[in-house]
């Protein structure tokens, strides 16, 4: 039997480390979803213009890499608390975005909110989009920042492309972020 002394960090270790990280799991699959996102794929598939290679661009590609991952993840009960997580790596990183781009601190939540609205909404698009390419490319569409003469196809493309590699890869490849094409 352990005592409550041996159970909790000594003051040392709760001062200079010891510290857990939460999102140490899905820390990796965060970094390569944004790495895919950031890909010149999605900007110029097969030469051709895709998305606008903006900032808000930027945040459409992630948002669809991202829900792509979260879709995913969430037909697996072991991987429910990982989405949780990984959701919550977005929301972090949004924040840092913000607050590097001048938003001040009280208007931040306000901001987080919309995009965690933008989000579900296009969690929600790309779910019932997923059954057929042109319902994907519809969908595209409507949710991306597209540069003019974008190539709706190829990005369609590329998304079930990416989709497909999520789907195919076990729970610790894609937590692991091995989700390379």
């Not at 041996?6 to 003051?11: D, E, F, I, N, T």
């Not at 790309?126 to 519809?138: H, K, N, P, S």
Request: aromatic share 4%.
């Amino acid at each position: 039997m352990t005592s409550a002394a041996q159970q909790k960090p000594s003051l040392f270790s709760r001062l200079f480390g010891g510290k857990s990280d939460d999102y140490a799991a899905v820390r990796p699959l965060w970094h390569a979803l944004v790495a895919a996102a950031r890909s010149r794929e999605w900007y110029a598939p097969g030469g051709r213009p895709g998305i606008a290679d903006t900032l808000a661009g930027r945040f459409d590609a992630i948002t669809l890499v991202l829900s792509l991952a979260l879709l995913r993840m969430e037909g697996t009960e072991a991987l429910r608390l990982p989405s949780v997580r990984l959701t919550e790596l977005f929301v972090t990183d949004m924040d840092g975005q913000l607050r590097e781009s001048g938003v001040g601190d009280l208007v931040v939540g306000k901001h987080i909110g919309r995009l965690m609205s933008v989000l579900g909404g296009r969690l929600g698009a790309y779910r019932a989009a997923l059954g057929g390419e042109a319902d994907l490319a519809a969908a595209l569409e409507r949710n991306l920042t597209l540069a003019p003469g974008a190539d709706l196809a190829a990005l369609a493309q590329g998304a079930r492309e990416l989709a497909d590699h999520l789907a195919a890869l076990d729970d610790t490849a894609l937590l692991e972020g091995r989700i390379a094409l």
